[in-house]
């Protein structure tokens, strides 16, 4: 049976608890992931470790290991940007294809307060998921990468 958690401001997880959703994510979010430090800025960014309005991270776990994790970031915004992003959903490569994704979004959309983006790219298998549960691809994202200076 999954059972979840969720970590926020209030409760937010201790240092090995953090170590190890970085680590999870990292590992499992594989060609889709970021870099650690990324994950641990936008896990940051929700327990409010950093300036920031908040959000917060939901873990599922099957017979007490870590089987998903979703990362929430509130934007600040409302109505023209939605008020929450889901940075990152991961569900252990092992359990894929049971279910757990697709609970931990339904149980992410019912935490976040206000809308919510996410940015996938477009041979993301987990593209589906997203528009079962309701996503739908409204814009383009186009980024500039402005160089840093030395």
Do not use: C, W
Not at 43 to 62: D, M, N, Q, R, W
Request: aromatic share 10%.
């Amino acid at each position: 049976m999954i059972q979840t958690k969720v970590f926020s401001t209030t409760n937010k997880p201790n240092l090995r608890e953090k170590e190890n959703l970085v680590g999870f994510l990292f590992d499992n979010l594989q060609e889709y992931g970021d870099p650690k430090s990324d994950i641990e800025k936008a896990i940051s960014y929700a327990l409010k470790e950093t300036p920031s309005f908040g959000g917060f991270v939901l873990v599922s776990y099957l017979e007490n290991e870590i089987s998903g994790v979703v990362v929430v970031n509130q934007t600040g915004m409302k109505d023209y940007i939605p008020e929450n992003i889901l940075v990152y959903i991961a569900t252990h490569k092992d359990h894929r294809g049971k279910g757990i994704g697709k609970v931990l979004m339904q149980k992410a959309i019912e935490l976040a307060e206000g809308n919510v983006a996410l940015h996938v790219e477009p041979e993301n298998p987990a593209r589906f998921l997203y528009e079962k549960v309701g996503f739908s691809s409204k814009y383009i994202e186009m980024r500039l990468v402005k160089p840093t200076s030395n």
